[in-house]
T-cell receptor
Framework: DARVTQTPRHKVTEMGQEVTMRCQPI?????VFWYRQTMMQGLELLAY????????DSGMPKDRFSAEMPDATLATLKIQPSEPRDSAVYFC??????????FGPGTRLTVL | EDQVTQSPEALRLQEGESSSLNCSYT??????LFWYRQDPGKGPEFLFT?????EEKEKERLKATLTKKESFLHITAPKPEDSATYLC????????????WGAGTKLIIKP
């Protein structure tokens, strides 16, 4: 049963600390998306990659967020420095080209 | 501007009471409309993709339909385990595979 995996599932950190979230897409999927979900904003697209190349990161605060795909099995989202307003659930989703997106279980981030 | 609006925001039903959720969209040249289910503390779970007006898809107690302006998710004789937030998203022709998401409908089925 192929699934997107994300680590950690929960993260509590203090303001100013670096946070790294990881995602393993479904094997064979070449498109990876990073989303943020809050009660107020719903699902927001932060960035996405096709064949490991960044296609769009316009949804990300550039000064503190960065996203990379070091290889086809790993995508990372970093926040440095973190702020309380970054508290949210961060989802990774993967897809085969333009096909259906399959979501991971999310990382719940709390910045104190 | 491409937009997706879901209604109602929340819906409470008795077990067995059938109803429909609405997803209205404005996008020229729809490439696909997607329905997802999201349980608390979990990621969205894919349900259906619809590609053209008139298309219908079914899964257990759920049936999704599509017109040129909206989609309905019909729930027949729902059970408490159908309680979840249902999300709708559309993909336009120039979206480069990005999805435009609705805010969701929170469905509560009371036993």
């Amino acid at each position: 049963d192929a699934r997107v995996t994300q680590t950690p599932r929960h993260k509590v950190t203090e303001m100013g600390q670096e946070v790294t979230m990881r995602c393993q897409p479904i094997l064979g999927h070449n498109t990876v998306f990073w989303y943020r979900q809050t009660m107020m904003q719903g699902l927001e697209l932060l960035a996405y990659f096709r064949n490991r190349a960044p296609l769009d990161d316009s949804g990300m605060p550039k000064d503190r967020f960065s996203a990379e795909m070091p290889d086809a099995t790993l995508a990372t989202l970093k926040i440095q420095p973190s702020e309380p307003r970054d508290s949210a659930v961060y989802f990774c989703a993967s897809a085969r080209s333009g096909d259906t997106q399959y979501f991971g279980p999310g990382t719940r981030l709390t910045v104190l | 501007e491409d937009q997706v609006t879901q209604s109602p925001e929340a819906l409470r039903l008795q077990e067995g009471e059938s109803s429909s959720l609405n997803c209205s969209y404005t996008v020229s040249g729809l490439r696909g409309l997607f329905w997802y289910r999201q349980d608390p503390g979990k990621g969205p779970e894919f349900l259906f993709t619809l590609y053209s007006a008139g298309e219908e898809k079914e899964k257990e107690r759920l049936k999704a339909t599509l017109t040129k302006k909206e989609s309905f998710l019909h729930i027949t004789a729902p059970k408490p385990e159908d309680s979840a937030t249902y999300l709708c998203a559309v993909q336009g022709p120039n979206s480069n595979y990005q999805l435009i998401w609705g805010a969701g409908t929170k469905l509560i089925i009371k036993p």
